[in-house]
């Protein structure tokens, strides 16, 4: 592979970018209030050249983008129905995407990974984007070792592929605290968590990228939201590939099961 491939994906207008709350891996199967608008914005954003994906599933120590032609899907997951486990989402893979990955990131040496796939963060959402599974993808890792600040800085430079008709999607959930999930509340949230997902919207609208990444400043609600990080940073990487004058807007906006926000956002 040589790093002039990039000169072969054709110039777009700047695609969209994608923070999607993921949530159940059951929404891969389920049609719901939150699949059913996953369809429904896939209709409305032009179709991409490729896909870029970042999920919180894969965590690497370095930085790490799939390239091998053919993908497997990955059940990274226990406990589900059978019929979960049966999904193939055969989407192919792009070595030449994972090249041109590679030679935008300046700042980082972004090796090359043929053992991975697709994680249950990216087909579960993007099997609902695009069933017919045609779209070339590949997934960034996220270098559990680096602070919040770098995934930002390193998307800036990943921002050139969305002008490639490369669809950047993030992964995650801004809220995501697991351990004290309230099975007995589907449809609602703990105080604390409404909060926070109010406070983050603000923050993302204010583009307050300090706060963002000094996640120890911020008050409780905050910590319980993002006990760890990794369903978050996937939101750094949308967010540091907003350009200037762009605009955010959010959809699936609610927070569920008391602590798990299904809040997404579109860059556009």
């Known amino acids: ?157 990943l921002a050139v592929l969305r002008n490639k008709g490369v669809l950047i999607i993030g992964s995650g959930n801004i809220v995501h605290n697991l351990g004290i999930i309230d099975w007995h509340n589907p449809n609602g949230g703990y105080d604390w968590a409404i909060e926070a997902n109010e406070g983050f919207k603000k923050i993302i609208l204010d583009e307050d990228s300090l706060k963002l990444t000094r996640l120890s400043t911020l008050p409780k609600p905050y910590q319980l939201s993002v006990p760890t990080p990794e369903h978050y940073i996937p939101l750094l990487y949308a967010l540091g590939t907003k350009k200037e004058n762009e605009n955010i807007s959010f959809f699936n906006d609610k927070v569920i099961m008391g602590s798990l926000a299904m809040t997404s956002l579109i860059i556009r």
């Open 1 to 157: 592979m040589t790093l002039n491939l990039f000169n072969t994906l054709r110039e777009t207008s700047p695609m969209p970018v994608l923070f999607v709350g993921h949530g159940n891996p059951m929404n891969a199967i389920e049609e719901n209030e939150f699949t059913n608008v996953w369809q429904t914005v896939s209709k409305n954003i032009p179709e991409p050249s490729a896909i870029l994906c970042i999920s919180a599933h894969w965590e690497t120590r370095g930085t790490f983008v799939t390239a091998m032609e053919k993908p497997k899907t990955i059940h990274d997951f226990g406990g589900f129905p059978p019929k979960l486990y049966d999904v193939q989402y055969n989407a192919p893979g792009s070595p030449e995407l994972a090249t041109h990955v590679k030679s935008v990131a300046k700042t980082e040496n972004i090796g090359f990974d043929y053992q991975w796939g697709l994680d249950h963060g990216c087909w579960s959402v993007i099997k609902h984007f695009y069933p017919l599974a045609d779209a070339p993808i590949v997934q960034l890792s996220i270098d559990y070792s680096k602070p919040l600040a770098y995934h930002i800085e390193l998307a800036k430079e």
